[in-house]
């Protein structure tokens, strides 16, 4: 069987330990299933990734022993193929221009946003738009098909989910699939992406596991396959909080300076991970 896994970080910041955690369950899982692992770059953020960011996730990756045979793919060399896609989306009346802030659509409505919160905004004179997947319009679109979205969890989801799933993109609401300042989004790009790649099999943390009830959707309405998903828990700091670079988690890139070697640093990740 087939089997190719990605990591995906955005260079937006030097990766930490829960990086190299998720890096490394990838890595490791490909080599087993005698599979292939794949780098890509998720940069479509031009304001707020950098090429020093970049130079550090191979530089780290390299350190930790792990190599991939095909070059990374970067987003941002893709950005034509996700605006396509949006624009068969437009065309197909699956996406909406909204024109309110994320602030004002949670004050507008507690929950995940829906169209009836953004057709009221300040309107096209104002403001440019983004552009929001209408889970009404893609309910209609997919008829009886919509009941059977689904995907299998080979892992666990953080509530301990395993096995067949039913998604539920109800609890995302309408995300955004275009932002209005860099014309495409995460949920998007990420799913062409995978399908391009030819990804079988998903290995990522915790956090994205509500993303991929929502991806399945996409997958769906594209006509993209759907990989099987292996969510894993994320590491968590001495104080139960999950690591995150905004938050000035020890960076990989510190523990090199300081003088750890790979396999401290791997010892440290393990050990992290069993706490
Ligand atoms: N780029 C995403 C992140 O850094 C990960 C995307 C994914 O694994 O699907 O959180």
Same mark, same amino acid.
């Given at each position: ?8 970080? !955005? ?123 209408? =889970? ?114 020890? !960076? =990989? ?14 010892? =440290? ?7």
């Amino acid at each position: 069987m087939t089997y190719r896994t990605r990591f995906a970080p !955005s260079p937006t910041g030097y990766l930490h330990l829960g990086h190299a955690y998720a890096a490394l369950t990838a890595f490791e899982a490909a080599r087993q299933a005698g599979g292939t692992f794949l780098l890509r770059i998720e940069d479509i953020d031009r304001t707020r990734c950098r090429p020093e960011y970049e130079t550090g996730i191979y530089e780290d990756l390299r350190a930790l022993g792990m190599e991939w045979p095909e070059p990374p793919l970067r987003q941002s060399d893709h950005l034509a193929d996700y605006e396509a896609a949006l624009e068969t989306l437009r065309t197909r009346g699956l996406v909406y221009a909204c024109y309110k802030t994320r602030k004002e659509l949670a004050q507008a409505a507690q929950g995940a946003p829906q169209e009836g919160d953004a057709v009221a905004g300040d309107g096209p004179a104002e403001r440019e738009p983004s552009w929001r997947l209408s =889970l009404k319009a893609a309910c209609e679109a997919l008829g009886a098909e919509w009941k059977r979205l689904g995907f299998v969890e080979t892992g666990h989801g953080p509530d301990g989910e395993t096995g067949p799933q039913t998604a539920w993109p109800e609890v995302n609401g309408d995300v955004v699939l275009g932002r209005k300042d860099i014309g495409v989004a995460y949920h998007l790009a990420v799913v062409i992406d995978d399908a391009r790649e030819g990804i079988t099999h998903i290995h990522r943390g915790h956090d994205l596991f509500a993303a991929t009830h929502t991806q399945v959707l996409l997958q769906r309405l594209l006509g993209l396959p759907t990989p099987l998903y292996c969510h894993h828990a994320l590491l968590l700091d001495d104080q139960g909080r999950r690591l995150a670079k905004r938050k000035g988690s020890r !960076s =990989l890139r510190d523990y090199r300076i300081e003088g750890m070697d790979t396999e401290a640093i791997k010892a =440290l990740i393990a050990a992290t991970a069993k706490a």
